[in-house]
């Protein structure tokens, strides 16, 4: 098993492991179905196939563990029993003494943390598959956490990318079903977030960023990063004490309204996805926190998604298309979604005409709607694109979250607030101006060919002969009509594009 592999020789005792533990949980069958040479029954008794593969994605480390969280967000590959046994890698680590943990602490702020700080606690606060959180004071009063990269981490992470790189390509070489669900992407995406991940100060940045775009909302708190504590492998943030938003029971005793709770979420996570174009991707509740005065935190900022506008505007599409039955709609969103696959036009528009008939009436179920449009995915045997299966993921938790809360909760309907948030904000004096540079340059460039596009036309008259028929001569006056408004037209927008761009210097 795996002996396929071109492996380099520092990554042989790796593969060794990753060996052992594959024959442990009993995927010789799995590593078969990829192509590679794996042979063995699943045999009778063990547990059920995904909870195995879970099970030995836990035991394998933190970079098999990020690959597992990463699959349980593509529900468009994997079928709903893979789907829920990978997610239970979204929870907490197992902890480890923080002795073990010392040489990384003081190599990254230059001391004993006991000495740095006025109090730290050496008894773990949480603990996830790459670090691990304990609670301190700064010497000025601040409460903090201290999140500390677990020891040694980096060198099996990498061991392990250029692995699972590996794997990849020779699953796509040895079986074509496999090379359909584009695995080298999937270890891409692993690796990009990984890689991030080991560093925490792209998480810092990241929530710089964030902070800076909710600096005017009052009702959402983004903790304050301290740099001068901050490293690659230690981040020291203001701690955030409020109530994890699991019940309405409790955030009642703690004074919180569940139903402003959940709408002041929901719009924080709209506003990230159709305004601010970058969002929190894992707003499970671990990572949000309801506080007093009705107000939202939110945590952990180590994976973030972006929002290109023309995503933007198909979400925005493929909702509205929903909400108004509008099946030649839903098929236009689709077929930019699936676009390079072989999927027929056909095929799309049946697939849109199902989903329109389930959920194009009444309230709209969100969950049920991604559920059922990424089944339509695994049944054309498509991969969706992986910015989309990321928002879609975000926004489905986060309605799930909220929803406890509040039962009453619609992500659907709030959303109507936030496209008409999203659409002022373009219309800024900063994005008009941003649009008419942009378009100015694009236009430049076009009127190099309105010579050549007058000449052609010239030619073509010239070339004409008389025995041409009089439906040959309409198409060729329809067609230089159509370029002289073409032309006009691109003249005009180039004038306005230089005055925008004139009045907002």
């Known amino acids: 098993m795996f002996t396929t592999l071109a492996v380099a020789a520092r990554d042989r005792k790796r593969l060794a492991e990753i060996s052992t533990v594959a024959a442990r949980f009993g995927l010789q069958a799995v590593v078969g179905r990829l192509g590679l040479g794996g042979k063995g029954e699943e045999g009778e008794g063990h547990e059920p196939l995904p909870r195995r593969t879970r099970l030995a994605l836990e035991t394998l480390g933190p970079g098999f563990v990020k690959l597992g969280q990463i699959l349980s967000t593509r529900s468009d590959l994997l079928p709903p029993e893979w789907i829920a046994e990978f997610e239970q890698l979204q929870s907490g680590g197992r902890t480890i003494d923080f002795e073990k943990l010392r040489p990384e602490v003081e190599a990254a702020l230059g001391g004993p943390p006991e000495d740095l ?20 004071k700064l010497k ?58 080991l560093d925490f100060t792209v998480e810092g940045r990241n929530c710089d960023l964030f902070a800076a775009d909710f600096a005017r909302n009052d009702e959402v708190v983004i903790p304050r990063i301290h740099w001068d504590f901050t490293s690659e492998s230690v981040l020291v943030q203001d701690y955030v004490d409020g109530t994890p938003p ?109 989903l329109i008939a389930r959920h ?83 236009l430049s460039s076009m009127t190099d060919d309105f010579p050549r596009l007058i000449r052609a036309a010239s030619r073509k008259l010239s070339e004409e002969t008389p025995r041409q028929d009089a439906s040959a001569q309409h198409r060729i006056a329809h067609e230089i009509k159509w370029a002289t408004r073409w032309i006009s037209g691109a003249i005009i927008l180039t004038g306005m594009a230089i005055a925008l761009s004139i009045r907002w210097p």
Request: no cysteine.
């Open 117 to 136: 700080f006025a109090r730290f606690d050496p008894e773990p606060l949480a603990a996830a598959s790459m670090a691990q959180v304990h609670r301190a």
């Open 140 to 197: 000025d009063g601040t409460e903090v956490v201290v999140k500390i990269r677990r020891p040694r981490i980096r060198p099996k992470v990498e061991a392990d990318l250029r692995l699972l790189t590996e794997l990849a390509r020779k699953a796509e070489q040895s079986s074509a079903e496999v090379a359909r669900y584009r695995p080298r992407a999937l270890v891409a995406q692993l690796g990009e977030a990984l890689l991030q991940e």
């Open 246 to 354: 699991t019940d309405a029971a409790r955030l009642q005793a703690a004074g919180i309204d569940p139903h402003q709770l959940a709408k002041i979420g929901a719009e924080a996570v709209l506003d990230m996805v159709l305004v601010n174009g970058r969002f929190h991707a894992d707003p499970h509740p671990g990572n949000l926190r309801g506080l007093e005065g009705n107000r939202v935190g939110l945590l952990d900022f180590g994976m973030v998604g972006t929002v290109t506008p023309r995503r933007r505007s198909e979400l925005i599409g493929f909702v509205q298309a929903l909400a108004g039955g509008d099946g030649a709609r839903m098929a236009e969103v689709l077929a930019d979604w699936t676009e390079g696959t072989r999927v027929s036009r056909r095929r799309l528009t049946e697939g849109a005409e199902r």
């Open 360 to 442: 194009g009436h009444g309230q709209i179920d969100l969950p049920a709607i991604v559920s059922d449009l990424m089944g339509l995915m695994r049944k054309e045997r498509v991969s969706a694109p992986p910015d989309l299966v990321l928002i879609l993921k975000a926004l489905v938790t986060i309605e799930g979250v909220l929803s406890r809360v509040d039962p009453q909760f619609d992500l659907v309907r709030t959303m109507n607030g936030a496209w008409k948030r999203a659409l002022f904000s373009r219309r800024s004096p900063d994005a008009v101006k941003n649009w008419a540079i942009g378009t100015l340059l694009d």
